[in-house]
């Protein structure tokens, strides 16, 4: 990668930035590609955030931001306009310009957990789903399973608010998709996702019952591994279908590469040339 | 080169970026070195500028910035602390943050063309020196020749008040050295220096009366190509020692690598990694 007077940046934003992750997937990718552009890490405290933010946009050449923790839920009252995921999620990770300087938000977390399952053969649309962990990834994936068509929803938070609140924000915007209230009984669910922190760190409990899973049932995981987290194992175990949390971050990039005009590729080829260390 | 969240940024501003050097010499050096740091352009118009800059300050691993035109000399009114150099100069191209979070600000463009002069076995102190052109870079070459204990130092610009400011400010910081008027006229001196951007463009005419150098002067130039410029072509023909601008650049890197906290290395090294097409 030979960075020169006309790379374009995608500034990564978020604190600390130690485990951050784009960098290592986008930059290989763009040396690949031949893409003049570089995604870099910018470790931003809250108290920084807005000022930054609005400042790396008067920059020519900053072509986008990535958004992370913590300022996902932040940015996106700095937004001029916002995807419909964005308004569900009440969180944005994604942020460009637009032709008038304008800025604009979004959010693909959810669009990758569903690309990985489109992929997997597993079809949402008419499918019962239940969604634990009712927080911005988790809201993100509920909206796209509206969004893809999905049967019923059920959703489930240790904070009964959240799920009460993502019940609500779903309804304005896909008000034909049946929102239930769920549990951490998997039982009767075609796909069960796990958008709950737990699977992070070891002896962590599992985030649902799992010997209520169905057999034929699919189980998603956002916790950002490539390998089976205990969940998976166990619901693999079961002869569940599974899908790793890092095959939802490889599924979004192209969702992500397209929102910032850039030349766009398969997950597959991402994976590839990605340099990541778990 | 592989950015990852523990890279450490240095953002190089200015407008336009199309010509930018630093980040093909910068980034090839830390990827030889091992040294987990970027150099990145950012494009920044001057209405912008203050507010960039104090904002990406505030990123936990922006390491400093490069600041080149337009923002040279507004800049310096960003510091909290600026060098003698930057004093004479009246302008900066270096910024880090010190310990108590403070800018601080510094200018090389002169270190860099007087460590190319003793490398090549020129000896500045009690030597008698002409410098035509009393912008930036030609201040910083005068500061750092009185730092470095000129005889004599002769200044000419063809905005004449150019050249009398900077006598000015040259006798605040260096009382000693004896500052007098110059003109196009290199007799005498045994250093010469062009410091104006005549030689960029083709058909430039030649800053000084070539006719009139000393075969045994030393004739320096700041118009940042490797080759010789028409005035160092007409000066090696009539025997003088020359220096191109390109040393300039080379030379004065390890004080900005030295400055910003980053493992230094020599000029040579930083060429033979560079990555510039002229």
């Not at 790396?56 to 990535?66: D, H, I, K, S």
């Not at 796909?191 to 057999?215: I, K, W, Y």
């Amino acid at each position: 990668m030979l960075i020169d007077g006309r790379t374009e940046v995608i500034a990564h934003l978020g604190w600390p930035t130690h485990a951050f992750k784009a960098p290592m997937i986008y930059n290989p990718y763009f040396e690949s590609a031949g893409i003049n552009a570089v995604v870099v890490p910018m470790g931003c405290k809250p108290e920084n955030f807005a000022a930054l933010l609005k400042s790396l946009f008067t920059a020519e050449n900053v072509r986008g931001a990535l958004v992370t923790m913590p300022h996902k839920v932040s940015v996106v009252g700095l937004m001029d306009k916002v995807s419909p995921a964005v308004k569900v999620a009440g969180s944005c990770n994604a942020v460009r310009r637009d032709g008038d300087g304008r800025l604009v938000g979004d959010m693909f977390d959810g669009e990758g957990f569903v690309r990985g399952l489109s992929r997997k053969g597993f079809r949402v649309q008419g499918a019962r789903a239940l969604v634990i962990g009712c927080g911005g990834v988790g809201s993100a994936i509920a909206a796209s399973l509206a969004q893809a068509g999905v049967g019923e929803l059920a959703l489930h938070d240790t904070q009964e608010r959240s799920a009460e609140s993502l019940a609500q924000r779903l309804k304005m915007t896909y008000p034909a998709t049946s929102v239930v209230p769920g549990s951490t009984d998997p039982a009767g669910f075609s796909l069960v996702v796990n958008a709950t922190p737990l699977g992070m760190n070891p002896g962590d409990p599992l985030p649902l019952d799992v010997n209520r899973l169905d057999p034929d049932a699919f189980v998603g995981e956002v916790v950002m591994k490539s390998e089976l987290t205990p969940l998976l194992a166990a619901a693999r175990q079961r002869g569940c279908a599974v899908q790793v949390g890092a095959d939802m971050l490889f599924e979004m990039i192209p969702a992500y590469l397209e929102f910032f005009g850039l030349p766009g590729t398969t997950a597959e080829h991402l994976r590839s040339v990605a340099r990541l260390q778990y």
